[in-house]
């Protein structure tokens, strides 16, 4: 039953991230936002993440924690498509429009919030899998509050650097949450492992 409500619940999630994904993404490159692109790729990323874990529940210990060693290098992705958005960016210096920054954070921020509430329900369920997936949800909510913050500074400051730094921010999350799902998958190898 624990395997059913959690293989429903990351189907619904990877089915939201793809959608806004797609407004993300559109808007990043219409405005030049690296913090918008980061986040988008994000989406991206956890409806992949989502999406493997519907097909790996119910495999075993060993199995799981191999996919968990996956799921962590797909977490760093959104950190190296972040950098080279970052250096393209650097060089233009020209700050996003603020208002599609925060509106379009804003949306960001509702979509991941309804994900992280759906997953905390079930992030104690396939180990290092569920952590995953909550793991991730919840920084891109703390992700979206940032983005609406530096489109409000932006606005009052005419900068980009507020919009590259939420970027790099991000990627640097993205990163911090993958070596954590690395102890989590570690785990369930040990647990898979042999006893004496």
């Known amino acids: 039953m624990a ?13 939201l991230n793809v959608a806004y994904f797609g407004v993300e993404f559109a808007v990043a490159l219409a405005i030049g936002s ?19 874990i519907a097909l790996a529940l119910g495999w075993s210990a060993a199995r799981r924690a191999q996919v968990g060693f996956v799921l962590a ?39 991941n919030m309804t994900c992280a509430l759906l997953l905390a329900r079930v992030r104690h369920h396939a180990g290092s899998l ?4 909550f793991l991730s949800a ?12 530096a489109g409000a500074v932006t606005a009052l400051a005419g900068s980009a650097w507020p919009d590259l730094v939420v970027g790099i921010a991000i990627g ?13 998958a570690r785990a369930d190898r040990a647990e898979a492992a042999p006893k004496p």
Request: glycine share 4%.
């Open 172 to 184: 640097l999350l993205n990163a911090g949450a993958a070596r954590e799902v690395i102890e989590a």
């Open 34 to 52: 690296v913090s918008l692109f980061a986040d988008s790729v994000d989406f991206l990323e956890d409806a992949s993440v989502n999406a493997l």
């Open 73 to 111: 290098a797909f977490l760093l992705v959104p950190a190296v498509a972040t950098i080279a958005m970052a250096w393209h960016q650097f060089g233009a210096a020209t700050p996003p429009d603020a208002r599609w920054l925060s509106g379009t954070g804003a949306g960001a921020f509702a979509v």
């Open 130 to 133: 569920s952590k995953a997936a």
């Open 3 to 15: 395997a059913l409500t959690l293989r429903r619940t990351v189907v619904v999630v990877a089915l």
């Open 138 to 149: 919840r920084n891109d909510v703390l992700a979206n509050v940032a983005i609406v913050a």
